[in-house]
């Protein structure tokens, strides 16, 4: 359901091409319909825009649509910091093709004026947590929208993940990894290691192994109240744990990875239908060609 939007945070990607510029330009345009806008401190600074700068918190407290300029990665992050306060992200995408972002460069303003307009909805996507404990301590706990993702090191060899899916004994896969995925993530790495496409409007966890070395070990699908647990049975060489790529930490021998349905979800501003069937086949098109396919 739409409300009425005043205050915009803006997340920006600084490393993108023309970022700067297109920045600008929406800050003048929002600030000339009345509306506020929020900029990271930091960013504000370099963006010569110091007095939209505030704190973290208050960005995420005050906003009440954060507009992200950049690519799935960026937008990603910014789903991360802020699940928990509910606030709802539109993206313009200043990457590739993205599944994530909703507006494209040439129709940023027109599709601005539809949000003023609250000519919009709110669509929910089910996010991951995903906790590790060693010796009976939780030491890290991690929350992702694509997917928790425990795999080897540039030069271990194969690691053996024991794995239950509440408290049942699931399987011990000999591999370089276990991807354990939202419907999101399903079109991330999952998908390149031979998991299933999921609809993202669908909540269910997918648990995808990485280059098993049992052949008859295959991707599965599972209920979204559904609590992985696995156990790191290897002591040669590095063992990760990567929450959407982007956040990493150190596993060790006996660690347990716990991952479930987070409690909170992720809210992406839509202004209209998008198609996913149309978006997937856009994607892996480009992916083709960019790979010589």
Known sequence: MAYALDTFGLVVNLNKKGVRELVEQIVQWLESKGRS????????????L?????????????AQCMIVFGGDGTLLRTARKVARSGTPIIGVNLGHLGFLTEIDVPEALPALEKLLHD????????????SVYREGRMVEHLAGLND???????????ILLETYVNDDYVNTYPSDGLIVASPTGSTAYSLSAGGPLVTPELDLLLLTPICSHNLWSRPMIFAPDSIIKVVILSSQGEVMLTVDGQHGFSLNKNDQVVVKR?????????????????LLRKKLTEDGERNGA
């Open 50 to 62: 110091a007095r939209l700068g505030v704190s973290q918190n208050h960005l995420v407290e005050r």
């Open 262 to 278: 987070a409690s909170a979800k992720a809210k992406f501003i839509r202004l209209e239908g998008r198609n996913f069937f149309e």
């Open 148 to 158: 928790a993702v425990i795999a080897k090191g540039a030069f271990a060899r194969l």
């Open 119 to 130: 000519e919009y909805y709110i669509e929910e996507r089910m996010m991951l947590e995903a």
């Open 37 to 48: 806008v929020l900029i990271h401190e930091n960013t504000a600074r370099a963006l010569g």
